[in-house]
């Protein structure tokens, strides 16, 4: 296609969803939503020009055969030299995983239209997904910092509020709010390697990171620089993926509606974590002591997700866990260096596990049939641990997994009553000072008291 | 008389309009709504001399504050005319979103007068000037904690703001009077120490959260939100201070923003949170503007607006909130979503342009504000990247605590609990501010570039000399 450029595409691409954001954000704010009829058009629309843009973009730079480009759209921010540019760093990788995403997203949104049918929040449901698939084409497509970030921060905030998405009830809310504790922590480490990166580097530039410049013998990244942002970013990615020690919150994740928990924690949102380390392979080549810490993590992910997904009693949780099991497991590929199978992997399941989370109502619905027909459960004959580890040793294992490895009760022993311990008592000592310089007197007569407040 | 002090004239009129009026006894409902009107009024006034550059023309000085310095008493500029819309902008929220029963005439009048000296404060460069206007600011927020209810929150926050005044005095007279080559750098720390007291910065903050608390919310926003104590800084501060007096300015500010940010987390009472909240967006603001680099100090001035207009708009939820459900407390869910979406959602838009989420106006100013920061103080810095995230999840906690949780309860089909179409317009033109802000910042993020480099260049001339 030589008459359609590249930057064409790709602003098409990722600037449909966005689109969808700004008309179905307005209609909201304005307390104005659209009809479900025109909301489902608008949001199969907006994928589907997003998928075919990507995909035919993908098509463009196969055919160009080139290499990594950057895409600049100009300064937005300010004309200042110090502003924020609208940059795309586009490779196959990129473009295959934004087109990936574009299709999943249609997809979903396909399914949520029957789905949530004349549910209250249907509205609320399009915005934040329509937020979520622009974030994460964002993630995808980064040219540069500024970019990634606002990406990264779309898809943490509106996956925080679909778990909240049932908020008449407390547990979601209390859970989604969790959630969003530990993406925090997710974005103040991206947050904190990016701005160490330009300052290191002097540049807002991913292709420091994600492109040759970061293994030419010209990086202006020394060793120490490239393992703490190397660190960073995995601990942005663990929180982000779910790897350990955060992998607490994943299921209570599983309070928001199916098709969210399907393209968040099925397939895309929780692959975004191995996709920004895929791309960020030539950093992680420039220090090793990262390479072992991110394949040590995703090991002992791998391990105790594989665990923790055999004793769940529910089916969102088992497959959440099932696929937290297949994350930790790329996130080993990555750190062996085994990129493309990492990402025929990363795929292949989001793909998978999509399917697994859509038809697990319609399989728990014949699950149900077989039973009803049988008049018992379906028996198990039990896997190879059963049959190699001793019963005191798996009565253990069990009690671990069923507790989820006692994650959260650890993070909350360990950071969570510290801190609010310690800011309960500076609460307390500002109220002191007050006294100490003014001791309050009781009043001897109680008057009215006047609430006005202009 | 020129077209720049014409439309002055203009820009000061509605609020000494609604002065005079509120001398007369007016309706109290005509009385507001003639207060809304001037408020809009005043607020396309300001916005037409904050877009024309050729109305940021005027300089005025007077041989009678000749002893105080050469500086002008009432000029418009790159920097200040900004400032105008700004000051407007608060007036009008104010005016449109109290609750009826909370605005009497004497409500009426103290928020218009303060609108003026805000106003009058943002126009002037004059040490003295914008001393006698301090003492008028604080005055009319004491009068707003006159009554017997209050008695403590006025008694604490006028020993706070009385020496915090007084150090000022003090600082003005050293600096301005005679043996100034001598007592300058003392009387500048005056003003500093004046600066941090007014701001609420760690470890003169304590009255911030006593007032929010127990005293007016009202009041207290409307005298904070303004932010007078970071005008003074950039005014009178950052052109003498040494680069080691801004350094050890900017920590204390980091470390207040952590401090605001994490004690809002954690508070049971709204308004409680809402005064940690303030404390924390305020310190960044001034933690940017104690950067001597261009572009913290441009982030500083950007979250100023960003923070003040989110900050003010956020506390105003929780009034009117206040105004249907009484007191706030963030240990129980509310719920509410289904009655009042409208204020659920402008609620969440405010919190977010606090935080710095993109999309809002606070993400290229806060975006500036690291990189400077991180800049000057490599570890400091990141306090900012911290106060980030805890000021994110103490609004997110707030916004599930007071309209999520638990289903809105059936009432009498006579109470009428969703917003009125003033408050929702007003809630929702304060939204679409600061998105479309956010989206397309660029006019306003140049204009604060070039006012932190005038700033700039004054310090340099000043450093010089």
Redesign the interface.
């Given at each position: 296609m030589p008459g359609v450029p590249l930057t064409v595409l790709v602003l098409v691409g990722a600037g449909s969803p966005a689109m969808l954001l700004l008309v179905l954000g307005t209609a909201?704010?304005?307390?104005r939503p659209l009809p479900e009829r025109w909301t489902a058009s608008l949001a199969g629309a907006a994928m589907l020009i997003s998928f075919a843009a990507l995909s035919l973009a993908l098509v463009v730079h196969g055919a160009a055969a080139t290499d990594t480009q950057l895409l600049s759209y100009g300064?937005?921010?300010?004309?200042?030299e110090?502003?924020?540019a609208i940059e795309f760093l586009v490779d196959r990788l990129s473009l295959a995983f934004a087109a990936l995403s574009a299709a999943i997203a249609g997809v979903v949104s396909a399914f949520s239209n029957r789905y949530l049918h004349r549910e209250?929040g249907y509205n609320r449901y399009f915005v934040l997904l329509a937020m979520f698939v622009t974030g994460i084409l964002f993630v995808a497509l980064a040219g540069n910092i500024?970019v990634l970030?606002?990406g990264w921060?779309?898809v943490g905030?509106s996956s925080?509020l679909l778990v909240?998405f049932f908020?008449?009830?407390?547990a979601p809310?209390?859970n989604?709010?969790r959630v969003?504790?530990v993406y925090?922590?997710s974005?103040?480490a991206m947050?904190?390697a990016a701005?160490?990166l330009?300052?290191v580097a002097g540049s807002d530039s991913l292709s420091l990171l994600f492109g040759r410049a970061a293994t030419s013998p010209a990086s202006v990244l020394s060793g120490t620089d490239a393992t703490i942002i190397a660190v960073l970013l995995i601990v942005a990615v663990a929180g982000k993926s779910a790897l350990l020690p955060f992998s607490g919150w994943l299921p209570r994740a599983m309070e928001g509606p199916t098709p969210s928990s399907a393209v968040y924690y099925g397939s895309l949102s929780i692959h975004a974590g191995c996709f920004l380390l895929l791309r960020s392979a030539p950093l992680l080549e420039q220090s090793p002591a990262a390479r072992v810490l991110a394949g040590a993590l995703g090991a002992a992910t791998a391990l105790f997700a594989g665990l923790t997904t055999r004793v769940q009693s529910d089916v969102k949780s088992s497959l959440a866990y099932a696929s937290l099991t297949q994350v930790g497991i790329i996130v080993v590929e990555i750190a062996l260096g085994w990129y493309a199978i990492a990402f025929i992997h990363l795929a292949g399941h989001a793909c998978f596990r999509l399917l697994q989370f859509l038809s697990a109502p319609n399989v728990l619905h014949d699950l149900h049939g077989i039973e009803d027909a049988i008049g018992d459960r379906p028996s198990s004959r039990g896997g190879i641990l059963d049959r190699m580890v001793s019963e005191r040793v798996r009565r253990r294992l069990f009690l671990f997994a069923l507790e989820r490895g006692f994650l959260d009760s650890v993070l909350d022993r360990l950071v969570v009553e510290p801190?609010?311990r310690t800011?309960?008592r500076?609460?307390r000592l500002?109220?002191w000072?007050?006294e100490a310089?003014?001791p309050?007197?009781r009043?001897i007569v109680v008057?009215?008291?006047?609430?006005?407040?202009? | 008389m020129s077209d720049a002090w014409l439309w002055l004239a203009a820009a000061a009129a509605p609020p000494a309009a609604v002065i005079g009026a509120s001398l007369f006894p007016v309706d109290v409902e005509r009385m507001r709504r003639f207060a809304v009107m001037s408020a809009a009024a005043m607020l396309l006034v300001t916005l037409v001399i904050a877009g024309t550059p050729h109305l940021h023309r005027i300089s005025w000085t007077t041989s009678a504050l000749s002893w105080a310095g050469s500086e002008a008493v009432i000029r418009v500029d790159t920097l200040s005319a900004v400032f105008l819309p700004f000051a407007a902008g608060l007036w009008l929220l104010?005016v449109a979103v109290?609750?009826r029963?909370?605005?009497?005439r004497g409500?009426?009048l103290?928020?218009a007068l303060a609108t003026l000296i805000t106003l009058a404060s943002f126009l002037t460069e004059s040490a003295v000037v914008l001393l006698v206007l301090s003492v008028a600011s604080v005055w009319t927020f004491m009068a707003?904690l006159q009554?017997?209810?209050?008695r403590?929150q006025r008694?604490?926050a006028g020993?706070?703001l009385g020496v915090s005044t007084l150090m000022f005095a003090i600082g003005v007279v050293l600096m301005a009077g005679p043996g100034a080559h001598r007592t300058g750098t003392a009387g500048m720390w005056c003003i500093v120490i004046a600066a941090l007291i007014r701001k609420g910065i760690v470890p003169f903050?304590?009255?911030v959260?006593?007032v929010f608390d127990h005293g007016?919310?009202?009041?207290a926003i409307?005298f904070s939100a303004p932010q007078l104590g970071a005008y003074m800084t950039v005014v009178l501060i950052v052109p003498r201070a040494s680069p080691d007096a801004l350094r050890l300015i900017a920590i204390l500010a980091l470390g207040t923003a952590v401090?605001g940010a994490?004690?809002a987390?954690?508070?049971t009472s709204a308004r409680?949170a809402c005064g940690y909240l303030f404390m924390s967006q305020s310190a960044l603001v001034m933690a940017g503007l104690d950067c001597t680099s261009?572009?913290a100090l441009?982030g500083g001035l950007l979250v100023w607006l960003s923070a003040g207009l989110a900050f003010a708009g956020l506390a105003r939820c929780v009034?009117v909130l206040?105004a249907r459900r009484g007191r706030l407390d963030l240990r129980t869910?509310h719920?509410g979503?289904?009655r009042m979406?409208?204020l659920a959602?402008?609620f969440l838009?405010m919190g977010?342009a606090c935080t710095g989420?993109?999309?809002t106006l606070g993400?290229?100013g806060q975006?500036?504000l690291?990189?400077g920061a991180?800049?000057e103080f490599?570890v400091m810095?990141?306090a900012i990247?911290?106060a980030?995230?805890?000021t994110?999840?103490a609004v997110?906690?707030m916004y599930?605590s007071l309209?999520?949780?638990?289903?809105?309860p059936p009432t009498a089909a006579s109470l009428r609990l969703g917003l009125t179409p003033r408050e929702?317009w007003t809630f929702?033109a304060l939204?679409?501010a600061l998105v479309g802000f956010g989206v397309a910042?660029?006019p306003l993020?140049?204009s604060r570039?070039v006012a932190a480099s005038e700033i700039l260049q004054v310090r340099q001339l000043s450093i010089g000399r």
């Open positions: 909201s704010l304005l307390n300064a937005w921010s300010t004309s200042h110090r502003g924020i209250p500024q970030f606002v921060e779309f905030l925080a909240a908020q008449e009830r407390p809310v209390a989604a709010f969003l504790s925090r922590i974005d103040a947050l904190s701005v160490l330009r300052n801190f609010t800011a309960r500076l609460t500002d109220a000072l007050c310089v003014l309050k007197r009043p008057e009215a008291v006047d609430d006005r407040d202009e | 104010t109290t609750p029963a909370s605005l009497d409500g009426v103290r928020t707003a009554d017997s209810a209050h403590y008694r604490i020993i706070y903050h304590a009255w959260p006593e007016r919310l009202g009041p409307l401090y994490a004690l987390l954690v508070q409680r261009e572009g441009a009034l206040e869910f719920g979503y289904e979406p409208l959602i402008t838009g977010l989420f993109p999309g993400f290229v975006e500036l690291v990189d991180v800049e490599p810095g990141f990247v911290a980030s995230a805890l994110g999840l997110v906690r599930f309209f999520c949780g638990r289903p809105s929702a929702v939204v679409i910042p660029r993020v140049d570039f």
